[in-house]
């Protein structure tokens, strides 16, 4: 399996308190958040990694030196949206592997990245289905199948927040390369990557795995951020108890 990171924005939600910097290099207790997702990625046996990088470029390939991968740049990533890094980064997204494409300011506990890894279903996405009231990107979905998907979802059509992360085998990247190259083709680059695959809700069936409550979190606030910090201090005192 190969995985694809999309860290192209520039973060405009939280980037008064980054000082200039991309989101995905905020320091989550002595390392960057992309450097701690490519090193959890590789020490689960996944080399094939390739990044779309956009604003602020050098500074997240500083936080990954000698990391052997490889980089994407979309050079519009000011007036584009994710879908047109994806598009940039389509090389990478070969018909021969199955392929995980993630957003690079989010954070997994490491046994959440074990089940997404493992899943086998696809396309899926992953949700959270303890989080729909502070949900900020929201799905309804019945028996692990996307129905309905947005922002505007309100009440009970509202079954989790979307986590940021999707997963397709082989057999589904050609279908996916040419639903995302017809879009880019009718001018949609303000549009996520994501969107690629609610178009084939018309067609075919898009699945959705609860996460099942494990830890995640996504930079878009200062709140989220800090309950990275949190957990990532809860981490660190839980190895360190077990080691005494």
């Known amino acids: 399996m190969r995985v694809l990171i999309l860290a192209a924005g520039r973060g405009t939600r939280i980037s008064r308190y980054l000082s200039g910097?991309?989101?995905?290099?905020?320091?989550?207790?002595?390392?960057?958040?992309?450097?701690?997702?490519?090193?959890?990625?590789?020490?689960?046996?996944?080399?094939?990694?390739?990044?779309?990088?956009?604003?602020?470029?050098?500074?997240?390939?500083?936080?990954?030196?000698?990391?052997?991968?490889?980089?994407?740049?979309?050079?519009?990533?000011?007036?584009?949206?994710?879908?047109?890094?994806?598009?940039?980064?389509?090389?990478?997204?070969k018909d021969d592997e199955d392929i995980m494409i993630m957003n690079g300011d989010v954070f997994l506990e490491d046994s959440l990245m074990d089940d997404i890894i493992m899943e086998k279903q696809s396309p899926i996405l992953f949700a959270d289905e303890t989080r729909k009231e502070e949900a900020d990107y929201k799905f309804y979905y019945e028996n692990n199948r996307l129905l309905k998907y947005g922002k505007e979802l309100q009440g009970g059509d509202i079954?989790?927040?979307?986590?940021?992360?999707?997963?397709?085998?082989?057999?589904?990247?050609?279908?996916?390369?040419?639903?995302?190259?017809?879009?880019?083709?009718?001018?949609?680059h303000s549009l996520w990557w994501e969107n690629v695959l609610y178009e084939f809700c018309k067609e075919r069936d898009v699945y959705v795995r609860d996460i099942k409550g494990k830890f995640w979190a996504e930079v878009d606030y200062i709140e989220d951020y800090e309950r990275i910090l949190r957990f990532r201090d809860y981490e660190m005192d839980f190895k360190i108890s077990v080691h005494k």
């Open 21 to 93: 910097r991309p989101k995905c290099t905020v320091d989550i207790g002595g390392q960057p958040l992309i450097e701690y997702t490519v090193n959890q990625l590789k020490n689960k046996g996944i080399e094939d990694i390739g990044i779309a990088l956009g604003y602020q470029h050098s500074e997240v390939k500083k936080c990954l030196e000698g990391k052997n991968i490889k980089y994407y740049y979309n050079p519009f990533y000011d007036v584009t949206n994710s879908i047109a890094s994806a598009w940039f980064a389509k090389d990478f997204i």
């Open 159 to 188: 079954t989790g927040e979307y986590i940021g992360i999707a997963k397709f085998d082989q057999s589904f990247i050609p279908l996916f390369l040419d639903k995302m190259e017809l879009m880019i083709n009718e001018q949609k």
